[in-house]
């Protein structure tokens, strides 16, 4: 009984994490740069949104994870030889709230919001 209710607790808060990580209520249907594109989906195993990005070559890629108040949490950049790339921005330790990842290439800029939420803990009840 015990490591069942752990396995569902577990795959509750999982779930629920990676739906709130990464929903977007307010722009259903973000904006879209026309030279690169972004694509990202957060890791509950590791606790880190992994972003994707392709670029046409000769450009450079700039991207910022941001604070719901503009605040740098962390930034990136993509040279202008690669075309491809992977940046992995850690979660765990930020508290609950809406950010932004910012992604530029100095012509075009696209925001995408990111709202963190952690689940409230379950009270266990012993027989």
Partial sequence: MKKQFKTIALAL???TLSFAAL????NPNPEKAKTFEV???YNY???TIKTFFEKQKGDYLQVTFLDNEGNKLSQSFLSKKR???RIN????????????IKVSN?????????NISQP????TVKF
């Fill in 13 to 15: 808060f999982t779930t």
């Fill in 23 to 26: 929903a977007n209520t307010e």
């Fill in 39 to 41: 694509a990202m989906y």
């Fill in 45 to 47: 195993n590791t606790g």
């Fill in 83 to 85: 075309e491809s790339g």
């Fill in 89 to 100: 921005f850690d979660i765990n330790t930020l508290p609950n709230g809406t950010y932004n």
């Fill in 106 to 114: 100095g012509k075009e800029e696209v925001m995408h919001p990111v």
């Fill in 120 to 123: 409230s803990p379950v009270k």
